[in-house]
C-alpha cells in the first residue's frame, strides 16, 4: 500500500466515523424513549395509512394538501399519534410554504433532533411523547423566537378551544 492510498483510506475512514456519530438516532417504537411506545402493528391499528407515514417513517405529505393550512379558528394543534397538545393557534402563522407553520410550541411538547436525509443538516421536530415524526424547525420566522415550525398537517388534529 502506498502513502496516497493510505491517506485516502484513513480520510474515508475518519469521515464515516464522523457520520456514523452524528447521524440521528432512531426513533424505534418499544425502545423505551418516549413514554408511549406501541409495535408497528399497533401504530398501523392506530393511525391512517398517511399518518403511519408521517408520524413513523418520516414521510412527507405534499405541499397545500393539509385541511390545517386553512384553519383559522382558536384553538390547539394535537399530536394525531397520542394526543399531546403540541401548538397553540396564537402561534400559527402563513409562511406561504404551503404546510401548516408556528413560531412556538407549547411548553416541552416537542423534540428535536438532527436530520440529514438530504445531505444538509436539518432539524427534526417530533412529539415528545410518542416520538412521532412532525415535520422540521427552521431559523426563518417571525418574531418573537425567529422559528419556523414547518409541520406536516396530517400528523395533527385540531381541538377548538371554548370562547
Known amino acids: 500500500m502506498n502513502r496516497r492510498a493510505f491517506l485516502a483510506s484513513g480520510v474515508g475512514l475518519a469521515a464515516f466515523g464522523a457520520f456514523y456519530t452524528l447521524r440521528p438516532g432512531p426513533l424505534v417504537a418499544g425502545s423505551g424513549a418516549f413514554e408511549i411506545t406501541y409495535s408497528e402493528e399497533r401504530w398501523r391499528e392506530i393511525l391512517t395509512p398517511d399518518q403511519f407515514a408521517v408520524l413513523r417513517q418520516e414521510a412527507t405529505e405534499h405541499p397545500y394538501t393539509s385541511p390545517l393550512l386553512n384553519e383559522k379558528r382558536i384553538g390547539d394543534y394535537h399530536c394525531a399519534g397520542c394526543d ?80
Do not use: M, Q
Not at 397553540?88 to 423534540?111: I, L, R
Not at 433532533?113 to 420566522?141: A, M, Q, S, W, Y
Open 84 to 163: 399531546l397538545p403540541l401548538y397553540a393557534s396564537e402561534t400559527k402563522f402563513d409562511s406561504g410554504t404551503g404546510w401548516p407553520s408556528f413560531y412556538d410550541s407549547h411548553e416541552n411538547a416537542v423534540g428535536t433532533r438532527r436530520d440529514f436525509k438530504l445531505i444538509v443538516p436539518r432539524t427534526e421536530v417530533h412529539c415528545r411523547r410518542c416520538g412521532g415524526h412532525l415535520g422540521h424547525v427552521f431559523n426563518d420566522g417571525p418574531p418573537p423566537t425567529g422559528l419556523r415550525h414547518c409541520i406536516n398537517g396530517i400528523a395533527l388534529t385540531f381541538r377548538e378551544r371554548a370562547a
